[in-house]
């Protein structure tokens, strides 16, 4: 439980590749947005060394050149067209249902931010049963291809204005994500991070962040709850 007089540890977790094990989804749909632009498909490791956000700066590490406009909202269109088709067969993380709801049994709050569109990722996280665990669900808004940052931001806005446990602050929150741009959102807002090696980066991609990276998301919380408290 909390200890009473101190500030209990918000989580703000990541969904794909975090508590969505959508990784090959993700490779899968990649690939396919390559083949429109005579790209030819990467394996994992692959897309793990080179991944990095705004994405269309990963397709030009990829093409050795920027995208126009027009081949990046083909590629982004043909993306999100794939990865919906593959997301239904993606489980959770391993372990997501019995931590999510273990920290809630303690008295802590937690919340979601997703770069996935919001009207797609409300009723999917619905579907996966674990929305109840959370104060506060959001997902992208606007155009993709961006950086975490400034939805953090807004994320954090909305928590604060939120009733008793429910409310939460940056500076008592840890975020629990797979990418380095879950690290430079949370820095943004002046949060802690931890990040998961089993999304998007190699752990060698993740340590450059200067955050602690760990291997599976029951490490990921325990560490969140010594840093923050």
């Not at 396919?32 to 994405?55: D, H, K, S």
């Not at 273990?102 to 579907?127: I, K």
């Not at 996966?128 to 669900?137: A, D, L, N, P, Q």
């Amino acid at each position: 439980m909390a200890t009473p007089g101190k500030h209990p540890t918000h989580l703000v977790w990541d969904w794909n590749g975090t508590l969505l094990d959508d990784v090959h989804a993700v490779l899968g749909a990649t690939n396919a947005a390559f083949a429109e632009v005579g790209l030819a498909p990467i394996t994992l490791e692959q897309y793990r060394e080179t991944y990095c956000v705004p994405i269309p700066r990963f397709y030009e590490r990829l093409l050795g050149r920027a995208p126009t406009q027009a081949e990046w909202e083909r590629m982004d269109g043909i993306f999100h067209r794939h990865y919906t088709e593959r997301r239904a067969a993606c489980a959770l993380t391993e372990g997501v249902e019995e931590l999510l709801a273990r920290w809630s049994r303690a008295g802590r709050s937690q919340s979601l931010l997703s770069m996935y569109g919001h009207e797609h990722l409300v009723p999917v996280v619905r579907g996966y049963g674990i929305e109840r665990h959370f104060v506060r669900v959001d997902g992208r808004t606007g155009p993709s291809g961006g950086s975490k940052a400034q939805h953090m931001e807004r994320h954090f806005e909305v928590l604060a204005g939120l009733e008793g446990a429910a409310r939460a602050a940056p500076e008592h929150a840890v975020v629990i994500g797979d990418a380095v741009d879950d690290a430079v959102a949370a820095a943004h807002v002046g949060a802690r991070a931890v990040l998961y090696t089993g999304g998007s980066h190699s752990r060698a991609s993740l340590e450059a962040a200067g955050v602690p990276v760990v291997d599976t998301l029951a490490e990921a919380v325990a560490l969140a709850e010594r840093m923050a408290d």
